[in-house]
């Protein structure tokens, strides 16, 4: 299994940015590559358009509200990986909050090299889209 991690740390408290990010149909909320979401499943899978038009279908696999985490598998994806696991929390960092991004998968027909940064940049970009939102 390969994996991806990637972190940044926002001027608000953990309860400001979960109230942001912590619901699984809020990526069009922060994350500006998703622009649209639908839930399925009692809320449970939820199918992502990219602003590229690409279709992921993402189920919710654990979700700790309490705890600020939630992880998700991916059902459908146009992605050179299977068995994907990835898990966004948020925690408290000095007076702000850090929120992690990381994930495992198996890369299919690229290197294990190559699904890591693409992942990794997948997170990143999506962390920085977030941190958007927090002027300092």
Do not use: C, H
């Not at 639908?38 to 990219?50: D, F, W």
């Not at 990835?86 to 090299?113: C, H, K, L, M, N």
Request: cysteine-free; glycine content about 10%.
């Amino acid at each position: 299994m390969a994996t991806a991690t990637a972190f940044i740390d926002i001027p608000a408290t953990t309860d400001q940015v979960w109230q942001l990010i912590g619901g699984f149909n809020s990526l069009p909320d922060w994350l500006p590559f998703i622009p649209q979401s639908e839930l399925s499943e009692g809320g449970r899978v939820r199918s992502l358009q990219t602003a590229d038009g690409a279709v992921v279908v993402e189920r919710l696999e654990a979700f700790d509200n309490a705890g600020k985490t939630y992880s998700y598998s991916i059902l459908q994806a146009p992605f050179p990986a299977t068995d994907y696991l990835a898990t966004i929390s948020v925690e408290a960092q000095g007076q702000g909050s850090r929120v992690t991004w990381s994930g495992r998968f198996a890369p299919v027909g690229v290197s294990d090299e190559e699904v890591v940064a693409l992942f990794t940049g997948i997170y990143q970009g999506g962390l920085e889209a977030l941190r958007a939102n927090y002027p300092a």
